[in-house]
């Protein structure tokens, strides 16, 4: 089992940076990636970015060159920081878990809301 807990979360102008964090726990051998996906009511799940156990990092193309994932293995920690936010980058941000050799996600936080005001 993995527990996950996003923070971070907020109101922001665009142009403006916000940084989410997620604090996992639990069988953290376990955990091949961490990938932060985002949701807006009505549209399809994206993925925003991943980061693998030996720190490759991927990112969708709406956000390379503005969003950076990090992991602080000391803290139990990923980050998304998000750079020159754009009012499109509204929406609720999951954290997520790729354990046990699945190849999936298959663990998710609770979710935290970004919205960009333009």
């Known amino acids: 089992q993995v527990q996950l807990v996003e923070s971070g979360g907020g109101l922001v102008q665009a142009g403006g940076s916000l940084r989410v964090s997620c604090v996992y726990s639990?069988?953290?051998?376990?955990?091949?990636?961490m990938g932060w996906y985002r949701r807006v009511p009505g549209k399809q799940r994206q993925l925003v970015a991943s980061?693998?156990?030996?720190?490759?990092?991927n990112y969708a193309d709406s956000v390379k060159g503005r969003f950076t994932i990090a992991r602080d293995n000391a803290k139990n920690t990923v980050y998304l920081q998000m750079n020159s936010l754009k009012p499109e980058d509204t929406a609720d941000y999951y954290c997520?878990?790729?354990?046990?050799?699945?190849?999936?996600?298959?663990?998710w936080g609770q979710g935290t809301q970004v919205t960009v005001s333009s």
């Open positions: 997520a878990a790729d354990s046990g050799g699945l190849a999936e996600y298959n663990y």
């Open positions: 639990g069988s953290i051998a376990s955990i091949d990636a």
């Open positions: 980061i693998t156990r030996g720190g490759s990092t």
